[in-house]
């Protein structure tokens, strides 16, 4: 009895100092998070031969340190394997793949290599080329079998053009040769075409009864503002079609018990900055919300974020790192009538003290540097220290009670001299759209005034009548803001309907519509 007590504590010290359970793909999928694709580097018949440069070493602190848990690395097997049986993979590409996934173990990244360009195989599903498929995950299996837990498999990339009868099959194949040497390491799986969230979900299940599974799919969406660059994307209907892509995969991940990763997503850089900044920053948002990890597809061309050069990064990679569901979002930028820039957003979290406006000038600037700091609750920023001619770059930063640092994504404007006004008015005289439009109970109303005028901003129904008087004299310049609430200055409630703010600032007179719903 004596004994058993005794092997029963050894067993909780083992555990507890040495010891490591199994990792499950939930766990997987909660520590993965933040993740990004080393795409065009191992997939060319020469590494490098892509336009990057061989990996180095340090590549991985500088994803480490930039905040990355998860990295992806697409490899080709195809160059590197002979095309007779037995199939061997040549020693030589076998060490290097080795070499480089050690590289990002050993710092505490989740690691995922696949098959990636075989179009081979997916053009040509024969028995052959089956078989040399099985022998390929046959070789990794055994040659990985005894890395943490930390690196998964993904069987195949996009197998655009098989069917889907063929991609199950060869799912449910590979997967039975993975469980041979690797019987609970977690391995990654996709529908067919160019592995969309509609493939994933209509695709079988390799084996219903292994609990080391993870499904993936790929969005570029929407098409073809992702992959061309034409169009734009932010409206709401734009925001809602992604959300409806996190849903119908949460929805088969739940219905499955089978978590699920976004293993690529991206915009072309050729796609208009601010679109392309709100589709990012979209993604990743959604992201986070559903509990899926995000694998941003970086390639040091048309999708760039690293670069593995100098080892920097460009803005993406604050947004991939630093978005949340609380940051700012609902990014609006305009010129006013004297070329400054005015910042608009909707604010998601007041846990802060403030919100700091951080600004980057030039198109070859890359670092953003503090050039304002409003309230928590504030939603609108003016710049007026701006020139005609040079783009401006903006963003919103603040720090939750514990620490953390939420950004929004980034938007910019290049103000030109377009702006015209009636004749004998002051420039630099501005009434603003009010914020939220539409309210209930309050609303933010701000004007801007550069010359010394007597300045009145009042509130009408749409009969006319005045309903309160806002602000009964300014004189000074500068840019002001005031609050609007549904109870009148009579005391009385307001009822849900059309009003008019209008501001007088000695010959300038311009009116506004708000409206109120209860």
């Not at 507890?16 to 766990?27: E, N, R």
């Not at 694709?37 to 930039?66: R, S, V």
């Not at 951080?358 to 609750?377: C, N």
Request: proline letters at 5%.
């Amino acid at each position: 009895m004596k004994r058993r007590c005794c092997i029963a504590v050894l067993l909780v010290l083992w555990f507890a100092v040495g010891g490591k359970a199994q990792l499950s793909p939930q766990d997987a999928a909660k520590g993965m998070a933040r993740g990004i694709n080393i795409g065009n580097t191992m997939e060319p018949p020469t590494e490098g031969a892509w336009g990057n440069p061989p990996l180095q070493e340090h590549a991985f602190d500088d994803y480490k340190n930039a905040g990355f848990t998860a990295v992806r690395i697409p490899i080709t097997w195809d160059g590197h394997t002979s095309s007779t049986s037995p199939y061997a993979i040549d020693a030589a590409w076998l060490a290097r793949v080795e070499q480089v996934v050690d590289w990002g173990l050993q710092r505490g990244l989740f690691i995922t290599i696949n098959a990636h360009h075989e179009t081979w195989i997916k053009n040509s599903f024969t028995a052959a080329n089956v078989a040399r498929f099985d022998s390929i995950w046959s070789q990794i299996a055994a040659r990985f079998k005894s890395k943490s837990d930390s690196l998964i498999f993904e069987i195949i990339n996009e197998p655009y053009p098989m069917t889907m009868a063929n991609v199950n099959a060869l799912n449910a194949q590979v997967l039975k040769i993975i469980r041979r040497t690797n019987p609970s390491r977690i391995v990654s799986f996709s529908g067919n075409m160019w592995s969309n969230s509609d493939e994933l979900v209509t695709a079988a299940i390799p084996d219903t009864s292994d609990k080391y599974l993870i499904g993936y799919y790929h969005s570029y969406d929407p098409y073809p503002f992702g992959l061309i660059g034409t169009g734009r994307y932010g409206s709401a209907a734009d925001i809602n079609a992604t959300k409806a892509k996190f849903d119908q995969v949460t929805a088969w991940s739940k219905r499955n018990n089978i978590p699920v990763l976004l293993g690529e997503f991206g915009v072309i850089d050729t796609a208009d900055y601010n679109s392309r900044m709100c589709a990012y920053g979209t993604v990743v948002d959604q992201s986070l919300s559903h509990g899926v990890p995000s694998f941003a597809w970086d390639d040091g061309g048309w999708f760039p974020v690293y670069n593995r050069i100098t080892g920097g990064f460009n803005e993406i990679k604050d947004i991939l790192i630093h978005m949340y569901p609380q940051s700012p979002n609902g990014m609006k930028i305009s010129e006013t009538g004297n070329h400054a820039m005015r910042l608009q957003w909707h604010n998601r979290n007041t846990e802060d003290d403030s919100i700091v406006i951080e600004r980057r000038a030039g198109v070859h600037s890359v670092s953003f540097g503090v050039i304002g700091e409003v309230a928590s609750t504030d939603s609108v920023f003016i710049d007026t220290s701006t020139t005609v001619g040079t783009p401006y770059y903006y963003r919103l930063s603040v720090t939750m009670k514990d620490s953390t640092e939420l950004q929004s994504y980034p938007i910019m404007l290049n103000p030109v001299a377009t702006s015209v006004r009636p004749q004998n008015v002051p420039v630099g005289f501005e009434l603003y759209d009010n914020y939220p439009n539409p309210f209930n109970p309050t609303t933010k109303i701000q004007f801007s005034i550069a010359d010394r005028q007597l300045t009145i901003v009042k509130v009408y129904d749409v009969l006319g009548r005045e309903v309160v008087t806002l602000v009964n004299e300014v004189k000074e310049p500068g840019t002001y803001t005031v609050e609007f609430s549904a109870k009148g200055g009579d005391g009385s409630n307001l009822a849900s309907g059309v009003y008019f703010y209008r501001l007088q600032a000695g010959s300038f007179v311009e009116t506004k519509k708000l409206l109120l719903l209860k």
